[in-house]
């Protein structure tokens, strides 16, 4: 139990997304200009990797990682597929996302129409695919640190894309030299958050 | 034409510095020079030839399951990448861990297969795609370069401060900690992005 709460707050803070591996920046700087849309693709971002995550653990453990097809024949151990990750998470994601889209697009109308183009981009967002691969590297031991990483990483990459979106509305009314403006500034703007969030290095539960 | 098309995606129309495109795996990987030239190399060829690809095949495949496709092409030709470096580089392949993979979701190769591939010849395709990948290895390779050498103080890996400037020898200099900190490579890019909408006083993002 302690550790799935480690791993939630970890993702959270110490190992922020945006902030120590800059996954998913493309739409966090091109959706990052109202806090209303910034929060909806947080959501959906949370949301995706929740459903993705699990799955592509299970995956990772009965299909891919070496032997691990022996469930199906103990002559298969010699079998190693972990060459197909690349293509099999990915392949997850872009089916998860299609099914958020549809999902959104029946009983949400306005988020879509402002989520827009976006949606359909989280499939490649690298937060999403990014976390695959983090989980495949960490070598979870069981479904529930998965969870609770997709959860945390997923809360973190919200609090990162809503945080700067309303910093953004107030630079609005500030006096930025103008070739910094927009996208120099917000990187600029990143990089002192990433700074303030390094201050959690090291927190232990 | 070609000529344009090849030298626009480095100054005037920078995928990072000007569009914001494939910053997600471009910076995690700028502590050092040497596996930022790696990661800037291997998302050339990867653009290069899944325009190329894509663009070979922009009149068969059917309209609405084109993403798949084109994640396909992109994945395979990833693994690949990761199978090469695996086998002839393994210290820079754990060094660049999950970020070869992270290739297959770089916006710059999605963004340039949907703005270009799909509805231009195979080969001013192919330029356009390694341009991109030029483009994007550029900003890399800079920032790399500015984090290793007030980072650390080396070039690839060679020292190039002097060894009697350092405080510990009685000189008067220090290496600056904060460059090797993930945050540094934001500020960096930030101040290329800077330099460059100054040079090209191209208001995209301006409101």
Known sequence: ?205 | MNKRIFLDPLFKNNPVSILALGICSALAVTVKLEPALVMALSVTLVTGFSELILSLLRNTIPNRIRIIVQLVVVATLVILVDLILKAYSWQISKQLSVFVGLIITNCIIMGRIEAFALINKPFPSFVDGIANGLGYGMILVAVAFFRELLGSGTILGHHVIPGNWYVANGGFYENNGLFLLPPMALIVVGLIVWIFNAKNDKKVWNK
């Open chain 1, 1 to 205: 139990m302690e550790q799935i709460v480690n791993i939630f707050v970890k993702g959270i803070f110490t190992e922020n997304m945006i902030f120590a591996y800059f996954l998913g920046m493309c739409s966090y700087l091109a959706v990052s200009k109202t806090v209303k849309t910034a929060s909806g693709l947080g959501v959906a971002v949370i949301f995706v990797l929740l459903i993705t995550l699990p799955v592509n653990y299970l995956l990772n453990r009965y299909v891919l990682s070496p032997g691990a097809l022996t469930w199906i024949n103990p002559l298969w151990a010699e079998v190693d597929l972990s060459f197909l990750s690349f293509i099999l998470f990915i392949a997850v994601i872009a089916a998860m996302v299609q099914l958020v889209e549809m999902v959104v697009e029946k009983f949400a109308p306005a988020l879509y129409n402002n989520l827009g183009i976006f949606l359909p981009l989280i499939a490649v967002n690298c937060a999403v695919l990014g976390a695959s691969l983090f989980m495949q590297e960490k070598e979870y031991e069981n479904i529930l640190q998965v969870i609770s990483y997709a959860l945390g990483s997923g809360i973190g990459w919200f609090l990162a894309i809503v945080s700067i979106a309303a910093i953004r509305e107030k630079l609005s009314y500030s006096n930025i030299p103008a070739p910094m403006r927009g996208l120099g500034i917000a990187f600029i703007i990143t990089g002192l958050m990433g700074i303030a969030f390094m201050s959690f290095m090291g927190i232990q539960l």
